[in-house]
């Protein structure tokens, strides 16, 4: 049996372009050749690689609750798979902090998809109450953002 030959950089890529888009999985193939690239569909699972029992008992109360703040009448989801971004840019401040009082359509996080940044606004007049998100990581459809109070 041969040796494997991989092309790190192909695969540092496509987990890149998995990070940007927010997808799962990403499969190539060429001729008798395929590479599968994909990530944890736990973001807890991601941030704790070494301790993969720990995080899936870490993220199963959170599945919990994340049904109720589903609910939540101030909960801010998101509407699409990307990143989610608390600034306009790396250095800034973040559009809005824990405590701080917003109005109904304030931009109050973006996301980026597919290389386009998605405003979100806040859902109603209010206090932040909840942040559920940090900076820079990937967000799922419906995810609870942050609520507002």
């Not at 699972?45 to 609750?65: E, F, K, Q, T």
């Not at 971004?85 to 931009?107: H, I, M, N």
């Not at 998809?113 to 606004?121: Q, S, V």
């Amino acid at each position: 049996m041969g040796k494997l030959e991989v092309d790190q950089d192909l695969i540092r890529e496509l987990a890149a372009l998995l990070e940007e888009t927010g997808l799962g999985e990403i499969e190539i193939a060429d001729d008798d050749k395929r590479l599968r690239v994909a990530r944890p569909n736990s973001v807890h699972a991601v941030h704790a690689p070494a301790a993969a029992p720990a995080a899936v008992a870490a993220a199963s109360p959170a599945a919990a609750d994340g049904d109720e703040l589903t609910n939540h009448p101030g909960a801010v989801t998101s509407p699409m798979v990307g990143t989610c971004y608390r600034a306009p840019e790396p250095g800034a401040a973040p559009f809005v902090s824990l405590g701080d009082q917003v109005r109904k359509g304030q931009t109050v996080v973006v996301i980026e998809a597919m290389k386009t940044f998605n405003e979100i606004p806040a859902t109603r007049d209010g206090t932040v109450a909840r942040i559920l998100v940090e900076n820079a990581t990937p967000v799922e459809f419906g995810e609870v953002l942050l609520l507002i109070e």
